[in-house]
C-alpha cells in the first residue's frame, strides 16, 4: 500500500521508515523546505539502525516501492492511507496552539478520498479526532465506516533512546467504529510490539494525556523529594535507587533541572485547556486539576531555582555572579538528541545572563542556540578553558566529560546527580 506521513518530524520520520521497512510505499508531507533536505542528506536525529533504514531509502533499495519527500499536498490523493504526525505545542502563557494541527488536518480533509484510512497521531484535546477529522470529512460526505476510515493511535517515541525502540512499544488505536479500528491496527501493527484497541478515539486520545500527565507529576515530586533530601543531608540518588528495589507500587523517577521537548511540558495543557476553572479560588484549586497545575508550575520554575543556586555556589568560591565565566554542558533537552525545544538550559543560560554572567554552553549537537535574541556557538573544546562554573545540564552518551575531575568541586554543578563528581550545592 501507498502511506503518506503528514509531518517528518521526531514522530513522522520514524513513522515513515517503519511502514517503508515493512512494505509500503512512502510519501513523505512536510512544509519544511529546510526539514526535507535535512532528511535527503540525513542530517536528523535518528537512532543507528533508523539511519542506515533512511539511506537504503534514500538510495532506492527495494523493501518498499518508493519514498517521495514532497510538500506538495496533492500528493496525497495518491495514499491508501495517511498519518498525521504534526506538533502540539503551547505559547508562551502555557495555553494549546493547534494551529499546525488545525492546518494539518483540513489538508488531509481537502485531499481526501473514498476508501482512505486516516491515522491523527499527534497529541492532542479529547474530542480533537472527532472535531477536526470526522465532522469536516461528513461535511464532504466522507463519513467514517462508510466511505471513509478514521481512528486516533498516539505516538510512543522515545527520541534517542535506544531502550525503548519504536517497533518494541506498544501501540493504542481507537477508531471512528471497528472497522476503522481494524485497518489502523493492520497498518501500524509492524511499527509496535503490540496493537491495544480501545472503543473510540476519545479513549485513545484521554490514554495519551494521561501518560503524559504522569511523568510530568513524578518528575515534578522527584524534584521536590530530592530537595528535601538536600535540606536534610541525604543522597537522593541512593534514596531513589533503595526505593526502587520495591518491586510493586513504585517506579523510579529521578531528579533535573525542569523538563523540555516536544511532551511533558506541553502535552498536559492540553488536558488543562479543557477542565473547568474556579475563579477567585487560589491557585492550587483554581482548577479541577490542582495536583496537575502544581506540578506544572513547578517544573515550570525549576529552570529558576537551578539559576538560584548557580548564584549561591559562585557566591561560595568568592566569584561575584556579574562578571562570572558560567558554563552550561549540554543545551538538549536530553540525552541523544539535538533537539532544544523547550530545554530548561535556554532559559538557565537567559537567566544567569540577566544578571551579568558570561555564560557559554558546548554541546556537540548543538552547534548553535539563541539565548534572548544572542546567538551562542558551542564550545569545542570547554575543558581547556577556565571557568567559574559549570553547570551539568546534559550529558550525552560518548560524551567524555572526564575533564570534569579536575575542576574543583565547588565550581561544578550537577543538575542531575549522574556522576561522581561532588558539587557545593547538588541540585535537585
Not at 525502540?165 to 471512528?176: F, K, L, M, N, Y
Not at 543522597?235 to 510493586?248: D, G, N, Q, R
Not at 473547568?276 to 515550570?300: D, E, H, I, K
Not at 555564560?359 to 534572548?372: E, H, K, N, Q
Request: include cysteine.
Amino acid at each position: 500500500m501507498t502511506v503518506a506521513v503528514v509531518g517528518l518530524g521526531y514522530v513522522g520520520l520514524p513513522t515513515a521508515l517503519g511502514c517503508w521497512r515493512a512494505g509500503a510505499s512512502i510519501i513523505g508531507l512536510d512544509s519544511s523546505a529546510q526539514r526535507l533536505h535535512d532528511i535527503r542528506t540525513g542530517a536528523v536525529d535518528l537512532l543507528p539502525d533508523q539511519h542506515a533504514t533512511l539511506a537504503c531509502a534514500r538510495a532506492g533499495a527495494a523493501i518498499g516501492d518508493g519514498f517521495l519527500l514532497t510538500s506538495d499536498a496533492g500528493a496525497l490523493r495518491r495514499a491508501d492511507a495517511v498519518v498525521i504526525c504534526v506538533p502540539t505545542p503551547v505559547t508562551a502563557d502555557q495555553e494549546p496552539d493547534p494551529a499546525a494541527l488545525r492546518a494539518a488536518c483540513a489538508c488531509v480533509v481537502d485531499h481526501a478520498v473514498a476508501d482512505q484510512l486516516i491515522v491523527l497521531t499527534s497529541t492532542s484535546q479529547v474530542g480533537t479526532t472527532r472535531a477536526l477529522l470526522l465532522e469536516p470529512l461528513a461535511a464532504r460526505g466522507l463519513v467514517a465506516e462508510e466511505n471513509v476510515l478514521v481512528a486516533f493511535a498516539p505516538e510512543r517515541i522515545d527520541p534517542g533512546n535506544e531502550r525503548h525502540r519504536q517497533e518494541d512499544t506498544p501501540r493504542i488505536v481507537g477508531g471512528a467504529g471497528p472497522r476503522s479500528s481494524r485497518a489502523a491496527a493492520r497498518l501500524l501493527a509492524s511499527t509496535a510490539s503490540s496493537v491495544h484497541q480501545v472503543a473510540d478515539p476519545e479513549t485513545a486520545e484521554m490514554a495519551k494525556l494521561w501518560e503524559n500527565v504522569f511523568r510530568a507529576v513524578n518528575i515534578a515530586l522527584a524534584n521536590e523529594l530530592s530537595d528535601a533530601c538536600l535540606h536534610l543531608g541525604v543522597p537522593p540518588l541512593a534514596v531513589i535507587e533503595a526505593a526502587a528495589s520495591k518491586p510493586y507500587g513504585f517506579m523510579p523517577f529521578f531528579p533535573g533541572p525542569g523538563a523540555g521537548g516536544h511532551c511533558i511540558p506541553c502535552d498536559p495543557y492540553y488536558l488543562l485547556g479543557q477542565l473547568p476553572v474556579q475563579s477567585g479560588a487560589a491557585p492550587a484549586a483554581s482548577t479541577a486539576a490542582p495536583v496537575l497545575s502544581t506540578a506544572m508550575a513547578a517544573l515550570r520554575d525549576r529552570p529558576v531555582r537551578v539559576a538560584r543556586l548557580a548564584a549561591e555556589a559562585l557566591q561560595r568560591s568568592g566569584v561575584a555572579v556579574p562578571g562570572a565565566r558560567v558554563l552550561v554542558l549540554g543545551v538538549a533537552y536530553k540525552e541523544g538528541v539535538s533537539d532544544v525545544r523547550e530545554s530548561p538550559a535556554l532559559r538557565i543560560l537567559a537567566l544567569l545572563a540577566a544578571q551579568g554572567a558570561e555564560v557559554a554552553y558546548s554541546d556537540p549537537r548543538v552547534p548553535t542556540v539563541t539565548v534572548d535574541g544572542v546567538v551562542l556557538g558551542s564550545v569545542p573544546e570547554p575543558g581547556a578553558l577556565p571557568w567559574d562554573l559549570v553547570i551539568v545540564h546534559t550529558a550525552h552518551p560518548g560524551w567524555d566529560l572526564s575533564w570534569l575531575d579536575a575542576v574543583p568541586g565547588p565550581r561544578v554543578l550537577d543538575t542531575r546527580f549522574r556522576r561522581a563528581w561532588p558539587a557545593p550545592v547538588a541540585v535537585p
